[in-house]
């Protein structure tokens, strides 16, 4: 039987019509149940042959379209795969291909996970890096029988392993686990204190919000952001270039003897000029005794009374009397 398409010359054939054609290259045979099509209508084994390459190689971008868009939706690609893993036995060589291309197509969550944590000190890529963690650790977790999205699965474990990294790794200063936890709490009840009030909120409102002591409040707003510990000795630029160590002050032992040298000071003043000789002599000049006697030209017995006599009076605080 002859078909005539529209526009064709009369009496021009043009072959044989589909219905009594042979099937076409790809095709499943007569007979043969078509393999079920995902949601983009691109059955299973067409989405696997575009992503993994008969010699094993892995094609993530294998299911672009034109342009650049993807052909199958992410959530239809994972799905697929995990099937397919699935229906692999636990030794076999493709299992591993499979996994790698669940890692692949799954890289941009990890990535919507890691820009939560943008504001962080840390390189973005390191987040991404540990986040990757958390997807595999999902992905070998996952049951596709639960009925549940594999986003929905993996987000939370992904999530938690980027804030176990920033909780155990990256403090260069070690927080107790407790203060971690509590800085949690601080962190939102303030948020909620400066909407309510319209300001920051005070030590006292937070500890009455969370109903916690206030010292806890503190300890944990001065642990809360201790993640890097700052070098004394590193150059300060928004201080001239000086270090840390050259703006800290130091205690001066000398301030502690202040009080007393100005009381010393003024019982001296009161001292007969002898006897005052005597006492800066050998408490201000380190003389002994003997070398006092020597100095003035008296015995050095005398000397020694004349002090006692001195001291007590100076211990006493009297005016000085002849």
Known sequence: MSVRTPG???GTDTGPSAAESGPADGAPPPGAAPAPPTQSGTPPEEVLAAIISPAGELRPDGLRGPGGRPAVDVRTLTRVLFERLAELPPDA??????RAALIEVNIPLVRYAATRFRSRSEPMEDVVQVGTIGLINAIDRFDPSRGVQFPTYALPTILGEIKRYFRDNVRTMHVPRRLQELWVQVSGAMEELTVTHGRAPKVPEIAASLRIPEEDVRACLDAGRAYNAASLEAAQE?????ALLDRLGY????LAEVEHRDMVRHLLVQLPERERRIVMLRFFANLTQSQISTELGMSQMHVSRLLSRILTRLRTGNSWED
């Open 8 to 10: 064709s010359a009369p």
């Open 93 to 98: 060589p493709e299992r591993e291909r499979v």
């Open 238 to 242: 928004h201080e001239g270039g000086l």
């Open 251 to 254: 205690e001066d032992s000398a």
